[in-house]
Each structure stands twice: as C-alpha cells, then as structure tokens.
C-alpha cells in the first residue's frame, strides 16, 4: 500500500459506455482523490482518450466480451493479472459479473491487496437451467475472491446473503444504495420550459392533451414491458394516453415476444426514441415514470425519475424497494401483475394532485439522500479504509 491516503487504483469494466454513462462522474470524483487507471474493451470508443484529457486518468485496453468465451477469458485474466502485477496497484475494483470473474481471478494472480467487486443486478434471478448455474456461480466466484464487496442497494445486499453467495461480513453498500447517485445539476424539471415539453411531445407526435406514461431502459422481457404493454393496451380504451419506451429494442436476448413487438411498433399511442443520451429530455415532457422489472440492482433509472419530479410506479424486486417508498414517492405492484400495473397507473392517471404529491418527494429524495456528489465521494473515501 502507498504511504499516503492516495492510492493507485484500477478500476475494470467489460464496455466503455459504463465508464461514459454510468461511472462517469465516479471516474472524475476518484480520479482527483486517487491514481487512477480505468481498464475494459475499449476498441474505437474514444472514451479512453476522453478521460485521459478530462481528468488525467490512464487507461487501459482489455480484450475481454461480454459473452462467456472460455479461452479468450483465460486470455483476458493472464493479461490482466501480468498487467495489475507490473503496475503494482493497491486496488482493483470491478463491476458487472464478467469483469468480475476475469478481475477477481487476476487479481489474486498479481498478489493486489484490495480485491473490490460490485453487484449490480442478478441475471441467473429470470435465468433457467444451465445458464442460472453459471450465473450464480459467478456470482459466487466473485464473493469468494474478493476481499470486499458492493451491493449497490441494501436488498440486494440480503439476497446475495440469503442465497448463500457472499459472507456477509464482507459485502457492505456505500451510503443509502445505487452505484453513483443521480446528477441533480442534469436531473433537473426545472431546467425545462412548457414551450420545452411541448416541442418535445410535438416531435414525437404525442398529443398535448395525453397523460404521458414513460419508461426508460432496454426493451426486453425482464424489464416487465410485456405486463407493461398489456396494462397499457387496457387504460388508452378509457384515457387520453401515450407510452413514451425511452431505450433501444433487444433482439440478441431476452426478446420480447413478436406480439409485444408488433404492438409497440404500430400502436398510434406509443412512442418510441431509441437510444438517447438525454432521456431527462424526455422524461420532463412525461408525467409518470414505469418500470415494472423482474429485477434489478437498484433501480438508478427510478430515482432519476423521482429527481425529474416524475410518480414512479415499479414492481417489488430486489432493488426497486429500496429506489421507490411506497405511497412516498411511487406506488409498488406485484411482479407479473397486469391488473395491479394498470390499477396503479390508472390511480395516477386520475389523480393530478397525487403525481405531483409523489413526484415533488421523488426530487426531495433525491436531493437528500442520492446526490451523484455525496455518492461518488463516499465511495473515494471508502477506498482508504478498507486496506
């Protein structure tokens, strides 16, 4: 370890759009307190470039997929450990399970003292068969190897525990839960004029006087859109409505089913972005925020909603319990419930005093408790105490 209270640090990724979107402000925060090198795939992203200038963080290119790919991963993991030992750094942290696997792995290889990883969502949870074993014995890899361990939202925390797949003396969450809080200075209704929210709704061909319900994440099967789709297909017989997807269509997996797709393709009352860096945009031209997940982590989107004043209504998963306070700042239904989403949706439809209710306490949380600020620096300051 360094003598002094910064540390050489390597921070270890899959792809370079969680270091640009996800960890970006975390990158900034850490690299002014730390010696910081942030490591993944990057190809021709240009990200690496970016940080070196923004913030003078070294990085570092891994060939190392996403996908499970026996041999290239034994590759990734000598690569990483003889990089890790040569640059003699007193942590390596990593996120998302593959990176965990390869980082964990090598960093017992390079003898680095401080092994962190971070959970961030369990996929083997809607997995079957094969791929859950895999999955959750990642999972448990990667509580094995580490010597500390993240849970970005304290139910998760308990489900890793539960399920046998950390110790729990181990594995800890940084402040009140997410992995790097909501940029409120980016969140912000206030920054959005009604000439804004109408110019919004005119491009996209939403009707001023519709009720806008939005969802923002990857349009698949476990984010719930199917039950999301169906409780829809109830609520615009009766109401002035519009589903507003703010999020790219997955095809490779979990795809929706050809039904589901046919109907957000060519219903006159659902509009759809893509992909969008700016989905606060979008969101401060809607009026409630949906997500009804079979899983999550946390829930990061839920609590960018709260800031941007949105109601949220979720499911009551790991993660999204702790994003959303029933009754506080959203409503929480059952997962699979189709009756019960359009219940909640429809009690927010049919209540403006309500939405602004929940939404005005989803900023206050916001505020309070996930400042992207307070987050990122406890999660600096938290490198120094565990070595």
Known sequence: MTNSSRLKICRVVTVPITFETLLHDQVLTVATDHDL?????????????????????????????????????????????????????????SSTPKAGLVTMLAGILAGTAGRIHTYTGQIWMTATGLLRFIMRSVDRLNGWNGTHLFADSASQRQ??????????????????????????ARFDPTKFSAADHANTRATLGIPADHTVIAFVGRVVRDKGIGELVSAFERLQKTHKVTLLIIGPVEVVRDQLPAETLTFIETNPNVARTGF????????????????????????????????????????????LVDAVVQDKTGLLVEIHDVDGLAAALQTLITNEQLRVQLGQAGRERAETEFAAETINQLVSDTYNTIL
């Open 37 to 93: 090198t942030i490591v993944c795939n990057f190809g021709e992203s240009g990200i690496d470039a970016y940080f070196s200038q923004k913030a003078a963080v070294k990085t570092w290119s891994l060939p190392i997929s996403r996908q499970v790919s026996p041999l290239n991963d034994l590759r990734a993991v000598w690569q990483l450990a003889r990089f890790l030992r040569r640059e003699k750094f007193d942590i390596v942290h």
């Open 159 to 184: 489900l890793l525990i539960d399920e046998g797949l950390v110790n729990a003396n181990k594995i800890s969450v940084i402040g009140p839960g997410s992995i790097s809080g909501v940029n409120l």
């Open 276 to 319: 969008v860096s700016d989905p606060e945009t979008y969101l401060a031209a809607s009026d409630i925020f949906c997500i009804p997940s079979y899983r999550e982590g946390f829930g990061s989107v839920a609590i960018e909603a709260g800031a941007m004043g949105l109601p949220v209504v979720a499911t009551k998963v790991t993660g």
